[in-house]
Antibody
Framework: QVTLRESGPALVKPTQTLTLTCTFSGFSLSTTGMCLSWIRQSPGKAPEWLALVDWEDDKNYRTSLKTRLTISKDTSKNQVVLTMTNVDPVDTGTYYC??????????WGQGTTVTVSS | DIVMTQTPLSSPVTLGQPASISCRSS???????????LSWLQQRPGQPPRLLIYKISNRFSGVPDRFSGSGAGTDFTLKISRVEAEDVGVYYCMQTTQFPLAFGQGTKLEIK
């Protein structure tokens, strides 16, 4: 059974760095074709794709956030970490990790809610 | 960056009647490998999005056959042949042909 679980702080202060971890099971990110993304969603808004790491450790980022985001994987721990620097209240929302790319995002975590506030 | 535009933004539908959602991309979604990576997701209230359709018209495992996808190039459609109460939610198209990946703004399906 494939599962994804997001974890991280519920509250961060403006200008701080946010670190989120996606812990997964049931598949290996070393398998050819495997990809994992971070996606966020503000209340009442559409999801926004943020970043993706693939089985070859290639990384891609949302254009507007490229300078603030870093995605990394630890294959031995079955984890993918997203860091976002210099957070702002507009970064408040639910952050999801999701598996897949060409055959769609087929498995999603339940999400972790992050509030940016002083 | 590719922009995905959905219409309508809201769709009131009578139970048992069909529903249709359109999605248009600002550029062709045909990949250099010849395939088109357009998917549809459903999000019920309080839940993460759920994959319904991938590569335009392929139903994901467990998705009822009343859901179907069609289209090509820049214009795509999701159809529900007979809407059921459990279909209430927001539907998103998503392109995974080119980075950065992008979602449509969503279509809220509600029962009349």
């Amino acid at each position: 059974q494939v599962t994804l679980r997001e974890s991280g702080p519920a509250l961060v202060k403006p200008t701080q760095t946010l670190t989120l971890t996606c812990t997964f099971s049931g598949f290996s990110l070393s398998t050819t074709g495997m990809c994992l993304s971070w996606i966020r969603q503000s209340p009442g808004k559409a999801p926004e794709w943020l970043a993706l790491v693939d089985w070859e450790d290639d990384k891609n980022y949302r254009t507007s956030l490229k300078t603030r985001l870093t995605i990394s994987k630890d294959t031995s721990k079955n984890q993918v970490v997203l860091t976002m620097t210099n957070v702002d209240p507009v970064d408040t929302g639910t952050y999801y990790c999701a598996r897949g790319l060409w055959a769609g995002m087929d498995v999603w975590g339940q999400g972790t809610t992050v509030t940016v506030s002083s | 960056d590719i922009v995905m535009t959905q219409t309508p933004l809201s769709s009131p539908v009578t139970l048992g009647q069909p529903a249709s959602i359109s999605c248009r991309s600002s550029e062709s979604l045909v990949h250099s490998d010849g395939k088109t990576y357009l998917s549809w997701l459903q999000q019920r209230p309080g839940q993460p999005p759920r994959l319904l359709i991938y590569k335009i018209s392929n139903r994901f495992s467990g998705v009822p056959d009343r859901f179907s996808g069609s289209g090509a190039g820049t214009d795509f459609t999701l159809k529900i042949s007979r809407v059921e109460a459990e279909d209430v939610g927001v539907y998103y198209c998503m392109q995974t042909t080119q980075f950065p990946l992008a979602f449509g703004q969503g279509t809220k399906l509600e029962i009349k």
